[in-house]
């Protein structure tokens, strides 16, 4: 799932560090990878990052931007950098996590989660993306407990309410698991992820309709989950499942 679209919680923080021109640039890049601009982000971290090659926060955006293009070898390239830098930089190992979960190297995901919240024992998402990875691994009351956990820190972070949708559905809760995801599209609208999600739960309780709308909603906000759900409707058992 996207999870990180965000990892963001700490960025302020790091970029009250900076006064100068570079994190002008900084701060318009981030908020240009907010909105979803990311060839504009690209640019504003190019360009802070000319103006300051040791700024730790403009090459961190940059790592979140080459994620969402796809290329996540200069995404982790990046987060290596920022991390040179500021060696306690809680937020850069938790985004580098993320990555390396999307690479398929969940111990090492969960090595740099871990790390991410031992710096910052309150960083909401750390917890949910490590409650993900754990997930992937199978470790589902674990997995839950950091996703509690992550809410608890933090009742507006969307992110984790679709991991502990993710996380119940495994469970087979799925009464549980539309709740999270119907609480996810309250506090962020696009998030495609969990109208993706909450279609596939929708399916498998044999709510085809609801699941239909929830489908082509998700591919209205991102056409790239398209040719995911195709392969979920060809691929997955359609035999209804009780809550």
Known sequence: MNALKILVALLFVAISAFGDNATNYAISAHEKYIRGDMDGALADCNRAIVLNTNHTVAYAVRGDVMRCKGDLNEAVADFNKSIELKPDYAYAYGARGYVKELRGNLDGALADCNKAIMLDTNLAIGYAIRGEIKGRQGHLDSALADCNKAIMLDTNLAVS??????????????????????????????????????????????????????????IELNPQFQTLINKQLNTADPTPTAP
């Open 161 to 218: 309410y679709v991991i502990r949708g993710e996380i119940k559905g495994m469970r087979r809760d799925l009464n549980g698991a539309i709740a999270d995801y119907n609480r996810a599209i309250e506090l962020k609208p696009d998030a495609a992820d969990a109208y993706a999600n909450r279609g596939e739960v929708k399916r498998t309780k044999g709510e085809m309709l609801g699941a239909q709308a929830d489908f082509k909603k998700a």
